[in-house]
């Protein structure tokens, strides 16, 4: 099975609202191969590219989905390996997740690979509120069980490793 080390982002901005990405991809599946229905939502990120480490990975993704370089880059928070089936087949994604701050909200979509331009649907910064309230599906499923301790600065010692 091919890995694929990925960079997830935390991208939250002045008012502690997260940034998530709604997308559909027909040729992306979970571990089975079954294909949602529906779009859902994740956080920004993406691939490590060669000879690239992890937090310059995170700030490379963080300007290409947002536009946004002026962040201030936080430590590894979570980490969580995930198989997905693209194209027919299995790949491990081992996701670190990084928490970054903003203070910009404007989006630009300048950057995006042309399968981004087909897969992703909408940008929204998501008030927690409306977050925890809400019925949409969110990747990690375990996401909102998560945030609260990072919006409270209660920021794990050493990178945890969270469920799907």
Do not use: N, Q
């Given at each position: 099975m091919q890995t694929r080390p990925t960079v997830r982002i935390l991208f939250f901005d002045a008012e502690d609202r997260l940034l998530l990405m709604r997308a559909h991809?027909?040729?992306?599946?979970?571990?089975?191969?079954?294909?949602?229905?529906?779009?859902?939502?994740?956080?920004?990120g993406g691939g490590v590219e060669d000879g690239e480490d992890l937090p310059t990975a995170a700030l490379r993704e963080i300007g290409e989905e947002t536009g946004h370089t002026k962040v201030r880059l936080g430590p590894p928070v979570w980490y969580r390996e995930c198989v997905?089936?693209?194209?027919?087949?299995?790949?491990?994604?081992?996701?670190?997740?990084?928490?970054?701050?903003?203070?910009?909200?404007a989006l630009r979509s300048e950057n995006w690979t042309?399968?981004?331009?087909?897969?992703?649907?909408?940008?929204?910064?998501?008030?927690?509120?409306?977050?925890?309230?809400?019925?949409?599906?969110?990747?990690?499923?375990?996401l909102k069980e998560h945030l609260p301790p990072l919006l409270k600065g209660d920021y794990p010692a050493d990178t945890i490793t969270i469920g799907l």
């Open positions: 991809d027909p040729d992306v599946g979970d571990h089975e191969g079954r294909i949602s229905d529906t779009s859902y939502w994740f956080t920004i997905l089936t693209v194209k027919g087949e299995k790949r491990l994604f081992e996701e670190t997740y990084f928490l970054a701050r903003t203070e910009e909200t042309e399968l981004e331009r087909a897969v992703i649907k909408d940008m929204k910064w998501w008030d927690m509120d409306e977050l925890m309230a809400s019925d949409e599906i969110f990747y990690p499923l375990c």
